[in-house]
């Protein structure tokens, strides 16, 4: 096997499970301002959209007339950052950034603000204890709204504030532990 680096062009598309395929269209055009790119009929059944997100990328969803019903917690994050827990299973989606300009992201709170979306504040991520701070100083690397979709999907505007180098690569990756046995009975 080859330790060659591939080489990636970003995100062809993120596929997501939607309840209502109309309302999904009307969220995503109208409050988020991403062009419809794509549509397809599933043969059977459902449909498969696709929304440019810009650069190339895309954010599609799949609606499945008899999709199982959605597991806030589980499957995806239950609450907005610093409402709840933010965990979510193994193999879940957590939540979607969209790479935004650092000028761009309180213009863009303000959207949902006038679409009557709940947000977060514009939070600044750094290396601290908590690992987010209101103030702006030099070691915060990234701004981010948070916000829900129609269905409950975290989504994020995220806005790089300065270019990472090899510094903020300083942690080494954590082990899960071992799977415990049931107990015999």
Known sequence: MS???????????LALVCR???????F???VLGMPLIKTIQIPGGGQHFFFDCGGGDAVAFFWFPE???A???????G??????PLESAIGSMNHVAFDVSPEKIEEYAKRLDEHGVEHTVVMNHDDSEIGVTLEMHPGVFIQSVYFFDPDGILLEFAAWTR?????DVRHEPATAKPATAPAAV
Do not use: C, Q, R, W
């Open 163 to 167: 270019e990472l180098t090899s510094d």
């Open 67 to 69: 999709a199982p019903e």
């Open 71 to 77: 597991a806030p917690g589980v499957a995806s994050a």
């Open 3 to 13: 330790d060659e680096k591939l080489e990636y062009g970003g995100i062809n598309h």
């Open 28 to 30: 995503y055009t109208k």
């Open 79 to 84: 609450f907005l950052p610093g409402a709840g």
């Open 20 to 26: 209502d395929m109309a309302k999904t269209v009307d």
